[in-house]
């Protein structure tokens, strides 16, 4: 066919280029004259009798050469030849990537927004990870691990990197300590300066408020408070003869750990008391940036796995020594006492790597049992920063310490000690999830409390101890293992359940981008209509909204002023409903003589009481500056029949009536007598529990909700409002603890009974 266009004519480069790649890639032969005789099935008349492999192989020089070069050319043919291998060596990487401290620079720089553990690298290669609180921190393992994350946690071991906590120190004289403390801590709560804790041999855990507000505003969360122990001799002189100048109380030292969403809050609330106080003289406070290093071991296989990872230093004191005997491996960290402080130095752990795991059971001693003291927790170099700064950086490497291995006679025989090698103090603290804090007045028992150990190290050996402590089979949990942990316990979640602290409020931010986005991004037919569902808020609590519509149900339709609500501490609700139910006496409160700061917990219980009781009598509003319509409580909601509650969800109260037709249809299903009663918008039919309820009648949001494993149902942790529930109270029968609740995204009405949480 001619050409199109006369430019067509030429050749194009496509076109040269295969020309070039069959000439590359063509073995040319030597002529010869054509042979006689024919094919080998006809005759080979002119082949020769005897063939010499010598002067065959240089008859056919030409063509093996051709051959050769052919194949050589064909390789080399094109440089973007897809077909051609391409040989990567160290040169084409450039002489920039082939310097010393490369990767640890390049580590550096990608840590500028969001800092590292030092177990990041072995997490980030098996786990999801996800950036929160100003951390890169492992969310879930790759793996399918769920329920046996939770099994682990129970009869095995789950260890959990949570050197996210930071830290910051106060040193003063214990009474100096002791009036700042009063001033941030829970005042409804024992002061981490009573005896049971101040001596070091426990560690206590409590919430602390912001010094700038009013009690009971300014709730932060949890902190934990280890002291070091005292170490001033009794024995001094007390003779005034022997010297005229008064000796100052000794100086204490208390360490304390918190959230890094509330450590930097925390510490300023301190700073700011030991400011109104005027004690900047005395009480000092240190703060400590990636100094110490936290690792959590749950369940009960823990003390196996730490005891077979911890070798204590020949020259342990004799009690320590005894103590560390007594720690059973087979009763687990839920056989020693709640807190215990142990304090040790250790070998370094890649002396003794793999661990070997001790599972023989230690006779339990009735004479002389295992009791926390300061001796115990004794271990100064601790807290000695310089010590700990000279011992960052291991002394001996991996490799160092290979190369010692290589010269035992037995492989893989363990390597002893010597005097160069590191000696680490640890802090190995127990650790109770769920005790109840007033089990004999509510009833509640410790059988879902999850027990384990705390260890906390110096910072630079995090890898030394996390390989041992992967060595010895436990499971690894990330933010969503620990999260179920802390719901299976019935502990409270932080930040999840502390609704009103400033962390609670960063909280529903990322998580209302996070289900906003996911919910915006599906097309409509495939995600829930939240307007025609009702419900108002599906993206936050809004217990502001909640508390205010809940006063107004209940005094006359009177909306009061909406102010920023506050958690009433469990100890101080218990409190008030018990006294609801009591007569009123004739004793009033001296409102002209200011209160303790230990007495503010009593006294914001006496202004609840007051004020429910006028407002009982009087069913009308109460002053400006009243507590109770702000106030809110923390309750366990537990379904009657079916049913899974789940985060955001709503809580409905019952009016008398209605919830007495709901008692009798829950009685009757669960006795098996009659059709089963169902949920409210499950199924049409007379079956339905009751109507459904208005918008009006809710009095909460659900915090934590999700299905138990521990007891095989739904359950969940709720915000209610302390006026609705007194008025809940007076009701009998089995009435007074009976709602409602409905999912955010569903239209399905379940009865539920809650009680006070023991938090």
Not at 40 to 55: D, H, I
């Amino acid at each position: 066919m001619p050409p199109k266009r006369p430019s067509d004519a030429a050749p194009s480069g496509a076109q040269l280029k295969r020309q070039r790649m069959r000439e590359q890639r063509m073995i040319p032969v030597a002529g010869h004259a054509p042979r006689q005789g024919g094919s080998a099935g006809t005759g080979n008349t002119g082949l020769p009798a005897v063939l010499e492999v010598e002067k065959f192989a240089q008859a056919r020089v030409f063509e093996i050469s051709a051959m050769q070069r052919a194949m050589k050319s064909a390789k080399c043919a094109v440089p973007k030849d897809a077909a051609k291998p391409k040989r990567v060596t160290r040169k084409m990487l450039g002489r920039h990537r082939m310097r010393p401290g490369l990767k640890a620079e390049m580590f550096m720089k990608r840590q500028k927004d969001k800092l590292w553990l030092e177990t990041h690298v072995w997490h980030a290669k098996r786990m999801h990870m996800t950036e929160i609180w100003g951390h890169r921190i492992a969310d879930r393992p790759t793996a399918k691990a769920f329920r046996s994350s939770y099994r682990a946690s129970q009869h095995g071991a789950l260890v959990h990197d949570a050197s996210y906590y930071q830290y910051f120190e106060l040193v003063g004289p214990l009474d100096d300590l002791e009036k700042v403390l009063e001033v941030v801590c829970d005042p409804s709560k024992s002061l981490p300066t009573s005896k049971r804790y101040s001596t070091g041999a426990r560690e206590y855990t409590t919430n602390v408020y912001d010094s700038s507000q009013s009690f009971p505003h300014g709730l932060l969360g949890p902190v934990t408070f280890i002291w070091q122990p005292d170490s001033s001799s009794p024995t001094a002189s007390t003779d005034a003869s022997t010297s005229a100048v008064p000796t100052s109380p000794p100086s204490r030292t208390l360490l304390v750990r918190a959230h890094p969403s509330l450590a930097r809050d925390a510490a300023l609330s301190f700073e700011r008391a030991v400011q109104t106080l005027r004690l900047g003289l005395s009480v000092g406070l240190r703060r400590y940036d990636r100094e110490f290093l936290t690792f959590e071991v749950t369940g009960r296989r823990a003390t196996e796995v730490i005891k077979g990872v911890l070798k204590p230093v020949k020259a342990t004191d004799e009690a320590t020594k005894e103590a560390w005997r007594k720690l059973d491996p087979q009763a687990g960290p839920g056989g020693v006492p709640a807190g215990l402080v142990l304090g040790l130095e250790v070998y370094d752990p890649r002396l003794s790597f793999p661990p070997k795991l001790d599972k023989r059971s230690t006779p339990l001693d009735l004479v002389n049992p295992l009791v926390p003291s300061p001796t115990l927790a004794a271990v100064p170099s601790f807290w000695d920063r310089n010590h700990r700064a000279s011992i960052h950086t291991p002394r001996y490497k991996k490799r160092d310490l290979d190369a010692r291995r290589s010269h035992n006679l037995v492989p893989g025989t363990r390597l002893d000690p010597i005097a160069q090698d590191d000696r680490i103090p640890v802090l190995l603290t127990q650790r109770t999830l769920g005790a109840s804090t007033f089990s004999s007045t509510q009833g509640a028992s410790d059988d879902t409390a999850q027990h384990g150990w705390t260890l906390t190290i110096p910072s630079g050996w995090g890898m030394p101890f996390w390989t041992s402590l992967i060595y010895s089979t436990p499971r690894v949990g990330g933010q969503r293992e620990r999260s179920h942990q802390f719901y299976e316990a019935g502990a409270p979640r932080f930040p999840e359940d502390f609704v009103g602290a400033p962390a609670f409020a960063e909280h529903e931010a990322r998580r209302e981008r996070d289900d906003k986005g996911y919910w915006e991004r599906r097309p409509p037919a495939k995600r829930p209509s939240y307007a025609k569902l009702g419900t108002a808020h599906p993206w936050r609590a809004e217990m502001g909204e909640v508390l205010a519509q809940a006063w107004a149900r209940g005094s006359a339709g009177e909306r009061d002023e909406q102010k920023k609500p506050f958690l009433v501490p469990a100890k101080v609700a218990q409190g008030v409903l018990d006294a609801a139910a009591r007569p009123a006496t004739n004793g009033a409160m001296d409102e002209d003589v200011p209160p303790s700061p230990r007495a503010r917990a009593k006294q914001l219980e006496r202004h609840l009481v007051d004020e429910w009781r006028t407002v009982s009598i009087s069913s009308g509003s109460v002053s400006p500056a009243s507590l109770l319509p702000h106030a809110m409580v923390r309750v366990k909601l537990t379904p009657c029949m079916r049913g899974v509650p789940q985060d955001l969800g709503l809580v409905y109260e019952l009016d008398e009536e209605t919830a007495k037709e709901v008692r009798a249809k829950v009685d009757l299903t669960l006795e098996g007598e009659g059709k089963e009663a169902k949920a409210t918008g499950e199924y049409d039919g007379a079956e339905d529990l009751c109507d459904r309820p208005s918008p009006e009648q809710v009095i909460g949001r659900i915090t934590t909700g999700s299905y138990a494993l521990s007891s095989g149902h739904g359950g969940g942790y709720a915000m209610l409002s302390l006026y609705r529930l007194l008025a809940m109270s007076s009701r009998g029968n089995g009435l007074s603890r009976l709602v409602l609740f409905r999912n955010r995204d569903s239209e399905t009405y379940r009865s539920a009974v809650v009680q006070l949480a023991d938090w």
